[in-house]
């Protein structure tokens, strides 16, 4: 069993539809592998390396797709609160060296996208936050240094 993956329900709907776009190109990667073995010798087909290659890669991705999927688990947006930090809160945070105020919504690792704010809760930003409440100062450990935010809002 792999490690726990934390959704939204989107971000499962989302996984699942890149899953079925997967598990479609299987017969197209058959049928071309297929064409390539019936144009002769193996040895010295680079079609057909590169078929069996294509197959070897599309099934790995659908492998991590089923773990991530199977080990899935939908957070009930209606449990959050704002009274502590948590998944799917969006944290508004002061850098207390530079002054600079970001905003972050903690998301789980296969959801996070930065150009949209979506900060991964496995992050070393996103573990200082997590059960920190409103006005806290948070030291995080970051391959930089320390930073230290001051927590100024939290909010769904």
Do not use: C, W
């Amino acid at each position: 069993m792999g490690n726990v993956h934390y959704l939204t329900q989107e971000g499962l709907d989302k996984l699942k539809e890149e899953l079925d776009a997967l598990m479609a190109q299987r017969p197209v990667i058959s049928a071309a592998i297929a064409e390539a073995r019936d144009k002769g010798d193996l040895s010295e087909n680079a079609e057909y390396d590169a078929a069996r290659e294509a197959q070897g890669l599309l099934e790995l991705k659908i492998s991590k797709l089923q773990d991530s999927i199977a080990n899935a688990r939908v957070i009930d947006e209606s449990k959050i609160n704002t009274d502590q930090v948590q998944m799917l809160n969006r944290v508004k945070m002061k850098n207390l060296k530079t002054g600079q105020i970001v905003e972050y919504t903690l998301v789980g690792e296969s959801e996070a996208n930065l150009r949209e704010g979506k900060l991964a809760a496995t992050t070393p930003i996103g573990k200082a936050l997590m059960g920190r409440k409103k006005g806290d100062k948070v030291d995080v450990n970051v391959p930089s240094g320390i930073i230290t935010f001051e927590i100024l809002d939290i909010a769904l």
